[in-house]
């Protein structure tokens, strides 16, 4: 009710003028270059080496998208990205519970212990080369293994849901106990579900994590096509677009030979469609889990 | 005090599903974060990736050290190490000062749907991957002829007068990823500050109004002050990726005539690493990178003890 009360002062409204302002620009500054990129995207590409496509096409054409999905290998890595995700939400979902609701229990003998284990691993990194030898002997390159298998729990993400678990109220977990219900089912039955908020925030970045990876493929498996991925063939397609723009003719032939489509499009217009196809699954999901994630990052800002 | 009483077997037995739930996963991370560091042997070899056996290589001592620190590649780490520092200096500095002003800012907006939808498309950029936002970088920074705004915004207003080709001078390398940061994580790092500027108690805003305050004096004695606790803990939280500086935008966009501001240390891991079979050389260039950091992170851990704030460990 206050609020509505305010002054209009002219200083009030100046500010609020500039403020308004200064947050609108700031909003064009930030969906800018993906409408730009939408845009480019479903320009006829010849037209586009023309300059002047900024947040509509000019000359409507689908081509870019239909030499994308014909790509030999975008199936393969729409798939491998696809599964790639599920299986490391699932993987971490389940062990990071399990391991955070062991570690919430004050009773448990050895929380002390293995807490330090994991918090010390936040703290250094064996470094890539040590990592990769690992992986090579534990015969994990060039494996699906390699992209869920390392990522399975994060220590930071252990915290969070730890921190979680310990505010629900002791009486609930007891009086279950009475009952004569085990560890499994206490979890399962009464933590899991108050921790949905916290679970889905998690679930959110793991995906958006393992979605946008491009690292893994590149270290352990990129000399397997099978198991390549959206991001690692996004960046196939982004070199070959700077080398093009680097020697205009030439190269930009050759790259667009390599994908079948001489003459018809430009390896910036395909990477302007696949970078489309790639980030619109995420950017269409975000919105709605907004006030999930802005809960579970307060949590996790929240010192243990 | 029960506890005591019962006899460490009885404790283990009465609680297997704790132990059935954690132990597994202990094991699961002794193995991949602690076992690696049995490869930092190999900073101490002159590791030959053929020989399988570990104590069958060639021992070296600290040659390896002292051909990165002061020896003959010293050069090019020395200079990937200041572009790591120097890149993630700036872009620390530059994320967070602006995420505080417009967390300021946003907090001033008294419109709910515009502040709602503000947030929105600030945070968009953050579920971007780097291969995307890089992509969108490079065609920004572009000639005018190839989508890059950012040449005709500012031949437009007059600062320059003809295109700038930006990833081709190594001296706005530096800039570019400070710049590049900011765009895709602004938003998302104001989320953590609107919350806390949520908790403030209002009536401390009803009796600055009543003693005359205007919205300057408030945000500046009352705004800031009531969230510098969670700015100093996220402060020291990110002295820890000092040399995290990143590698994908690097990686991305650095190329032959930028490499000299571009390259970073993870970069010079790579390869040496993984490109030339080097992996003595990239396994102290990553023991170096751990060791400096964790040293950092401890300094500042002290310090903040020192001035009273919370500590982090």
């Known amino acids: 009710m206050r609020k509505k009360l305010r002054k209009l002062t002219v200083e009030n409204v100046i500010f609020t003028t500039l403020n308004t302002t200064f947050l609108l620009v700031l909003a064009a500054i930030m969906v800018y270059p993906m409408l730009n990129q939408l845009a480019v995207s479903f320009n006829d590409a010849l037209d586009t080496v023309r300059g002047g496509i900024y947040l509509w096409p000019r000359i409507f054409s689908l081509r870019n998208y239909t030499v994308v999905l014909n790509m030999s290998s975008i ?162 397609l982004l070199a070959s677009a700077m080398t093009a723009g680097r020697n205009q003719q030439g190269a930009s032939q050759a790259a667009a030979a390599a994908t079948g489509a001489s003459n018809t499009t430009t390896p910036a217009s395909l990477r302007a469609a696949f970078t489309m196809v790639t980030s619109i699954p995420i950017l269409v999901v975000y919105p709605f889990l907004q006030r999930y994630f802005v809960s579970g990052l307060t949590i996790g800002g929240v010192k243990e | 005090m029960q506890k005591s009483k019962k006899s460490l077997w009885t404790l283990i037995k009465s609680q297997w599903a704790l132990i059935v739930m954690s132990v597994p996963f202990l094991l699961y991370r002794i193995l991949f974060s602690y076992v690696p560091l049995t490869g930092w042997t190999m900073a101490f070899q002159n590791y030959k990736p053929q020989i399988r056996n570990m104590w069958d290589q060639q021992w070296v001592g600290f040659d390896n050290f002292e051909n990165l620190i002061s020896g003959v590649t010293s050069n090019q780490f020395w200079r990937d190490f200041r572009n790591t520092l120097g890149q993630s200096v700036l872009t620390l500095i530059l994320g967070y000062v602006c995420a505080i002003v417009l967390s300021l800012l946003l907090n001033e907006v008294k419109n709910v749907p515009f502040k709602r939808i503000i947030q929105n498309i600030t945070y968009m950029p953050h579920f971007l991957s780097w291969i995307v936002v890089t992509g969108l970088v490079s065609t920004m920074l572009a000639l005018p002829t190839s989508g890059g705004i950012i040449n005709v915004v500012l031949m437009k207003l007059g600062f320059i007068s003809e295109p700038v080709l930006f990833l081709n001078d190594a001296s706005k390398f530096w800039g570019i990823v400070a710049g590049s940061h900011l765009w895709k994580e602004l938003g998302w790092n104001t989320i953590i500050y609107l919350a806390a500027m949520t908790a403030i108690d209002p009536t401390l805003y009803e009796a600055a109004e009543m003693d005359g305050a205007n919205r300057y004096h408030k945000m500046w004695h009352i705004t800031l002050p009531s969230i510098r606790p969670t700015i100093v803990i996220l402060l020291i939280m990110s002295t820890g990726y000092l040399l995290e500086s990143g590698f994908e935008i690097q990686y991305f966009l650095g190329r032959g005539v930028n490499a000299k501001w571009a390259e970073t240390i993870d970069i010079f891991v790579l390869r040496y690493g993984i490109s030339q079979s080097q992996y003595h050389l990239a396994t102290v260039a990553g023991i170096l990178k751990t060791g400096i950091s964790v040293i950092v992170v401890g300094f500042v851990n002290f310090i903040a003890g020192r001035l009273g704030s919370d500590k982090l460990i």
């Open chain 1, 75 to 236: 199936y393969a890595a729409f798939v491998n990205s696809v599964v790639k995700m599920v299986v490391t939400v699932v993987t971490n979902l389940v062990c990071t519970s399990m391991l955070a609701y062991a570690l919430s229990r004050n009773e448990y003998i050895w929380r002390k212990p293995i807490t330090l284990v994991f918090v010390l691993t936040m703290y250094f990194n064996a470094g890539m080369i040590p990592n990769y030898m690992l992986m090579r002997n534990l015969g994990l390159l060039g494996t699906f293994t390699v992209y869920w298998l390392p990522q399975m729990i994060s220590t930071f993400n252990v915290i969070v849901i730890r921190t979680y678990m310990k505010s629900i109220p002791e009486s609930l977990i007891e009086s279950a106990k009475m009952d004569g219900a085990g560890e499994f089912r206490v979890l399962t039955q009464i933590v899991l579900p108050l921790c949905i908020p916290t679970l889905a925030t998690i679930a959110l970045f793991v995906a958006v994590g393992s979605w946008n990876a491009w690292f893994d493929t590149f270290l352990y498996n990129s000399n397997k096509p099978s198991l390549t991925t959206l991001p690692y063939e996004l960046q196939n």
